[in-house]
């Protein structure tokens, strides 16, 4: 009797897990990878028309679309839509042979959603889009939160905006063995090479940590230069003239002796809000 009872139950508590233990996966027997890149490249060609192109379009929809399926697969030849940055953005699966890819795209100054249903055939590993796809609306921003600065050591900050604007006007122009003159013992960094300029170190954030290692926010402004020749005479082309670019980024730094030298930098974090 107790065999009789334990038996159901163990059944049940072993659902979806495979015999080595691992859950079963719910895409399982859909190749979602595969079917992300089709509906990728098909999104790229379908969200893209001119009334003045329609046999291209038809041409290169082609082998996206079943058998039998309208040449232009819903559009009627008129007016115009372009889209660009086309990016996975999620997929569910209906079963082995099914499933719907969301990817988000941008169309003018809007972000939005692509629907695609894709059908796989197991059998050829082939792909096809199985009906019209649906154009959403994307989330909007998230809200950030207000948060409140880190307390700041004022005196380090002074003391490491000379060295810091140094190292970054040499991260902008030297190459790796010049670089290497700021870099802590061990470390070994690599530069623009000369494909940025500095302009200004505009803020330095030291938080009051102590210590001969810190981590420092710093906010840099890069010369973003164009290559043109300026014409004399010539109206100014706002594309052809240098830009100013701001970005920031985070540094462990560390004092050896009276020197600050710097161990790594990468990306910042949150620094808007």
Not at 77 to 86: H, V
């Amino acid at each position: 009797m107790v065999n009789g009872v334990r038996a159901p139950f163990e059944r049940f508590t072993n659902q979806g897990a495979t015999t080595s233990g691992a859950p079963v996966s719910p895409d399982a027997g859909f190749p979602t990878t595969k079917a992300t890149s089709f509906a990728s490249q098909f999104a790229a060609v379908y969200l893209n028309f001119d009334a003045v192109r329609t046999e291209e379009r038809a041409r290169r929809l082609a082998p996206f679309l079943p058998d039998g399926a309208d040449p232009q697969f819903g559009w009627d030849g008129l007016g115009r839509m372009s889209a660009g940055a086309i990016q996975p953005y999620g997929i569910e699966v209906v079963d082995a042979q099914n499933a719907v890819v969301t990817l988000a795209f941008q169309s003018d100054d809007r972000r939005r959603l692509l629907s695609v249903p894709v059908f796989h055939d197991g059998a050829t590993g082939r792909f096809v889009v199985s009906g019209h796809p649906g154009i959403l609306p994307a989330p909007a921003p998230a809200t950030l939160p207000a948060v409140r600065d880190p307390d700041r050591d004022e005196a380090a900050e002074q003391e490491l905006r000379t060295p810091m604007a140094n190292f970054f006007k040499a991260y902008a122009a030297s190459d790796t063995a010049s670089l290497q003159q700021y870099a802590a013992e061990g470390a070994v960094l690599e530069g623009f090479g000369g494909t940025l300029t500095f302009l200004e170190l505009k803020e330095l954030l030291v938080p009051l940590t102590g210590g001969a290692t810190r981590e420092v926010t710093a906010t840099v402004v890069w010369g973003v230069p164009t290559g043109a020749t300026p014409q004399a005479g010539a109206t100014a082309d706002p594309g052809e003239m240098s830009g100013r670019l701001e970005q920031a980024y985070v540094l462990t730094v560390v004092k050896q002796g009276d020197k600050w030298f710097v161990q790594s930098i990468r990306g910042a974090g949150r620094s808007v809000g």
